[in-house]
């Protein structure tokens, strides 16, 4: 997140953060704790948070991106172990070929 970090500063970026998630509410400890650790590392950088409620993460993504102002959308894809991947589908490699704001994608340490 450095590299982020450095280029929103360049660019005195305002951020707005979203967690899709069909029960908002419900969202679980370790995301609550990832989004403490992400805003202790934009501390110094405008950023808000959204939650939108949504089951489908790539129809949630692209409801977002039409009822607000966004120039670029930066994800950081989540690694699935094997058998997840069978069932699980891109929201990443489909949103690469369908949104009409510029994508980065940051590969997440594991």
């Given at each position: 997140?450095?590299f982020?970090?450095?280029l929103?500063?360049?660019?005195?970026a305002?951020?707005?953060?979203?967690?899709?998630?069909?029960?908002?509410?419900?969202?679980g400890f370790?995301?609550a704790?990832?989004?403490?650790?992400?805003?202790?590392?934009?501390?110094?950088?405008?950023?808000t948070?959204d939650?939108?409620?949504?089951?489908n993460a790539?129809?949630g993504i692209?409801?977002?991106?039409?009822?607000?102002?966004?120039?670029?959308?930066?994800?950081?894809p989540?690694?699935h172990?094997?058998?997840e991947?069978?069932?699980?589908k891109?929201?990443t490699?489909?949103l690469?070929?369908?949104?009409?704001v510029?994508?980065?994608?940051?590969?997440?340490?594991?």
């Open positions: 997140l450095s982020l970090r450095k929103l500063q360049l660019w005195q305002n951020v707005q953060i979203i967690h899709v998630h069909p029960a908002p509410a419900r969202i370790a995301k704790e990832e989004a403490l650790h992400l805003d202790q590392i934009l501390q110094d950088i405008p950023h948070y939650f939108p409620e949504e089951k790539t129809q692209f409801h977002y991106l039409q009822n607000h102002s966004v120039d670029l959308l930066v994800m950081i989540r690694y172990f094997a058998l991947n069978v069932f699980h891109s929201v490699r489909y690469t070929t369908h949104t009409t510029p994508l980065l994608t940051l590969h997440e340490k594991l």
